[in-house]
């Protein structure tokens, strides 16, 4: 367990300063940008972001499994970026033909989308490589370097021009900029060629994992371009400053436990055998809880604080209604995705994945069709719930036939006792209007739910260190897989 608080730790700092940076990132621009305007900015980055997963990002994924055991390390590089450049050909033929076909209003929108697309595939090939070279500081300090050109160039259009195209313009910059950083150094020694007995290899590996993520991106992001059809792009852009606010924090919290625990799982297991590997599952769980919980829990009781504090006056009152909707689904996106999924890849299994998430896209879209007609993003909302429940489920079911992934209830019910007494202190503590005193609640109730915790883990075993737990059987009652 220390090693993953260890590893957690390291990965906090490489990831948490671009997660602050797009955090705030939406407090600027819901202020500098109309509803409208934001609704469209986000449509862009969302569809963007779903290119780049079916088209680029089975690239990225190849580097970081290949890299490392490649002798020839210069040849696999020029594959990859062979391929890339074969690609931005083809989307630059299909996509320039169909974009100047488009109204005025979204033609350079559009236009932007596809150096956007170039660059954020670029990005994250070199991102990769970086991480598959184990070079933690440069990967930190790329993604860092990245979030604060976007927002810096952003915030800088913004003040001549104040329209959708000014924060987009800032992402190409950051992604090309801090691309550039590294890119000569990761790139001097490779040779303009390709194997296609090799990109046939990556493609082969890479396509159902891009295809897993596409369905996954579609289920966070399909719920906006059809409050965009069925309503407007006002709607759509309230909708995601919403929803960008709650999730984006909790998932990167979860995400730096997942990219700590991973490997330390995978090592367990190769190394050591199921049982160890369980056990470190165990510990990755309860982690994922104890970060997880109390700040959706957060979200919930001071949602109105929140959205005030954080968010433009536009914005607000929708939010606050969908903070507690999405801070829940989020909660049960992060197990499902940092957790129950991992049985699919231990197992060596992946290809199961689409049935988990085409499962809850299914559910996502049908009840989209038939709610945001009805209620509007609230009906968006609860289709987002409905879905990531599904999935989590669905992932538990088809997930233990590959890999017996453990629950640890002892962990979870006293994550659950620390904030249900974190509840309680909300509960009697007077209320304050003033930022100040919100934020001395805020501040209280995370310290009775962290004294919790750590007594209920600490007191009643004192013979055990901090995050160990009694009743785990040391994986006796694991069937072989």
């Known amino acids: 367990m220390k090693a993953l608080l260890k590893h ?15 955090f705030l990132a939406i407090a600027v621009y819901t202020r500098l940008l109309s509803p409208d305007e934001y609704g469209r900015y ?22 970081l499994r290949y890299l490392p055991g490649q002798e020839g390390s210069a040849h696999l590089l020029a594959t990859i970026r062979s391929v890339y450049r074969w690609l931005m050909l083809a989307t630059a033929l299909a996509g320039l033909p169909a974009v100047l076909c488009t109204s005025s209003e ?29 070079a933690p500081a440069a990967y930190g300090l790329v993604s860092g ?8 160039g952003g915030i800088l259009l913004l003040q001549w021009y104040p329209v959708a195209l000014a924060p987009v313009l800032g992402h190409i910059a950051g992604f090309l900029l801090s ?5 000569r150094a990761l790139w001097r020694s490779v040779r303009a060629q390709v194997d296609l007995r090799l990109a046939k290899q990556i493609m082969q590996y890479g396509m159902p994992l891009s295809a897993t993520l596409a369905l996954s991106y579609l289920l966070n992001s399909s719920d906006r371009f059809l409050i965009a059809y069925f309503i407007d792009d006002h709607a759509a852009g309230i909708y995601a400053a919403g929803y960008d606010l709650t999730s984006q924090i909790l998932m990167m919290l979860m995400l730096i436990v997942n990219t700590a625990a991973f490997p330390l799982i995978l090592n367990d297991l190769e190394q050591r055998g199921i049982a160890p590997a369980r056990q470190q599952l165990s510990h990755n769980i309860f982690l994922l809880m104890a970060v997880a919980a109390p700040f959706t829990a957060g979200m919930v009781l001071f949602a109105p604080e929140v959205a005030r504090t954080v968010l433009g006056h536009r914005f607000q009152d929708t939010a606050i209604s969908l903070m507690p909707w999405i801070a829940l689904a989020t909660l049960l996106n992060g197990l499902r995705s940092y957790h129950f999924d991992l049985a699919f890849q231990l197992g060596k299994h992946t290809v199961h994945q689409l049935w988990v998430m085409g499962v ?10 038939i709610w945001i007609p009805q209620k509007g993003v609230m009906g968006a909302a609860w289709s987002t719930l409905a879905a990531y429940l599904c999935a989590l489920l669905a992932s538990i079911v088809i997930g233990r036939r590959f890999f017996p992934v453990p629950t640890n209830w002892r962990g979870i019910a006293r994550v659950g006792i620390a904030v249900l ?10 209320r304050g209007s003033t930022l100040p005193h919100q934020a001395l609640l805020a501040t209280v109730v995370l310290l009775v739910y ?32």
């Open 8 to 22: 957690s730790a390291i990965y906090l700092l490489a990831r948490g300063l671009p997660g602050v940076v797009n």
């Open 42 to 63: 986000a449509l862009v980055i969302a569809g963007t972001g779903l290119a780049n997963v079916l088209l680029f990002q089975w690239l990225a994924l190849a580097v």
């Open 106 to 134: 979204w033609r350079w929108l559009l236009i932007s989308a596809l150096p956007l697309l170039w660059t954020q595939g670029w990005f994250e090939i070199n991102l990769q490589i970086l991480r598959a070279q184990l």
């Open 145 to 152: 370097l990245k979030a604060i050109i976007a927002i810096a």
């Open 179 to 183: 691309s550039a950083t590294q890119s």
């Open 360 to 369: 809850a896209l299914l559910v996502n879209v049908i009840l989209s069709l």
């Open 421 to 430: 007494a974190m509840l309680l202190v909300w509960q009697v503590m007077p």
């Open 450 to 481: 962290s004294g919790v915790l750590v007594a209920l883990t600490q007191f009643r075993y004192p013979s055990r260190s901090l995050f160990r737990f009694r009743g785990y059987d040391g994986g006796k009652t694991v069937r072989r897989v």
